[in-house]
């Protein structure tokens, strides 16, 4: 599986963006899609993820409704829009999936198989 995630850039404080991720290859193995980030000098924490079916979505205690994930099943695409953001949402954005495990575990990004190359997010005030 081969993630490719896009649409980062630069914002000011209040404004949105809107993240894409595109998954390639052998995409039947993917069972939840998401989002990670890491800003500088911080560990990668969870942001978002879905199931590839779409039934359910997990978001990070700190994204407190500002940000919604969603996925077009038909072009392997998971998305992340972010809205009202913040200077502490500047990071970078990594796209990540697994296989079926434990629902317990998909906040832990170990648990994740697959990773995309990361965008960059910079919220300017």
């Known amino acids: 599986v081969q993630l490719q995630a896009s649409g980062g850039g630069l914002v000011q404080t209040g404004g949105s963006l809107r993240l894409s991720c595109a998954a390639s290859?052998?995409?039947?193995?993917?069972?939840?899609m998401g989002w990670f980030r890491q800003a500088p000098g911080k560990e990668r924490e969870f942001v978002a993820t879905?199931?590839?079916?779409?039934?359910?979505?997990y978001y990070g205690d700190f994204v407190k409704g500002r940000f919604t994930i969603s996925r077009d099943n038909a072009q392997n695409t998971v998305y992340l829009q972010m809205n009202s953001l913040k200077s502490e949402d500047t990071a970078v954005y990594y796209c990540?999936?697994?296989?079926?495990?434990?629902?317990?575990?998909?906040?832990?990004?170990?648990?994740?198989?697959?990773w995309g190359q990361g965008t960059l997010v910079t919220v300017s005030s």
């Open positions: 290859g052998r995409t039947t193995s993917i069972y939840v």
């Open positions: 879905i199931t590839w079916s779409g039934a359910n979505t």
């Open positions: 990540a999936a697994r296989g079926p495990k434990g629902l317990s575990t998909i906040k832990m990004l170990r648990t994740y198989d697959y």
